[in-house]
């Protein structure tokens, strides 16, 4: 979306502009991969083996895209709504060919070091720092290079994620055209725009899962809320189960 507020990109871009010998690539666009309505194939356990251990993140990231690449699309783009972590492994990869730096220093530049936000950062900086919390229940995570680039290698605390949601959602990083765009409802059937679910009592959030982690966080700009809760496991009480009382408590 900033890079779309620059004049660089445009959501309505297929992908065949970023990968020309991609088959399915007129069909797609940035929105469908967005909206995740894309019917862009998952990484499962049954082709794990794309992905490899002792590789890198770049020969990891182009083992995903040529698997990818090969695949039939699941549905017809912007026909169904199924949440695929892929779709913004590849966006993460145009963010990378359209700005010409890493994933890593582009967040970092535009959005980590203006909003002060000192303890974010990638699994492959911070993996082996002390102040990394570790599982309830396992203590380690498998940190595969590439494996979740733009989909889940994020390592931050509470007192970041709420500081980047709150500017976020109040224009200090992107245009409010942008985070409108965001926060629009294309899928009723389950009410996500762009990396946001909404109709969250009257806010806009996102939870997640991986391997021994989980997330939620929430903003209601008219009530003027901000909620986030991490833990370092994924067993009840879960967190979507806390962000529910807690919002039922919010709005009593």
Excluded at 59 to 67: D, F, L, P, T, Y
Excluded at 92 to 118: C, H, W
Excluded at 202 to 218: E, R, T
């Amino acid at each position: 979306m900033l890079l779309q507020d620059q004049g660089k990109l445009s959501v309505s871009d297929t992908l065949d502009k970023y990968y020309p010998d991609y088959a399915e690539g007129k069909k797609l666009s940035l929105h469908n991969l967005l909206s995740m309505r894309s019917g862009i194939p998952e990484l499962t356990e049954e082709n794990s083996d794309v992905v490899k251990e002792d590789a890198t993140e770049e020969e990891n990231v182009a083992s995903i895209k040529k698997w990818l690449f090969s695949q039939p699309l699941m549905f017809e783009p912007d026909s169904e709504f199924v949440y695929t972590n892929t779709n913004f492994l590849l966006l993460a990869d145009i963010v990378e060919q359209v700005s010409g730096k890493k994933y890593v220093d582009f967040l970092r530049e535009n959005f980590f070091e203006p909003l002060g936000m000192t303890h974010t950062g990638f699994i492959i900086e911070l993996g082996s720092s002390p102040s990394w919390a570790q599982g309830n229940i396992y203590k380690q995570v498998d940190t595969q290079p590439g494996l979740t680039k733009g989909a889940g290698d994020l390592i931050s605390n509470a007192a970041d994620v709420t500081a980047w949601i709150n500017a976020l959602s109040s224009g200090k990083v992107i245009s409010a055209e942008a985070y409108k765009a965001m926060t629009t409802d294309y899928s009723p059937e389950e009410h996500y725009g762009y990396g946001l679910y909404l109709q969250l009592d009257g806010g806009v959030g996102h939870y997640g899962a991986i391997q021994i982690y989980s997330a939620f966080d929430y903003v209601n700009t008219d009530k003027k809320q901000t909620l986030v809760v991490l833990s370092n496991s994924v067993y009840p009480p879960s967190i979507a189960g806390l962000a529910a009382d807690f919002l039922t408590d919010l709005n009593a």
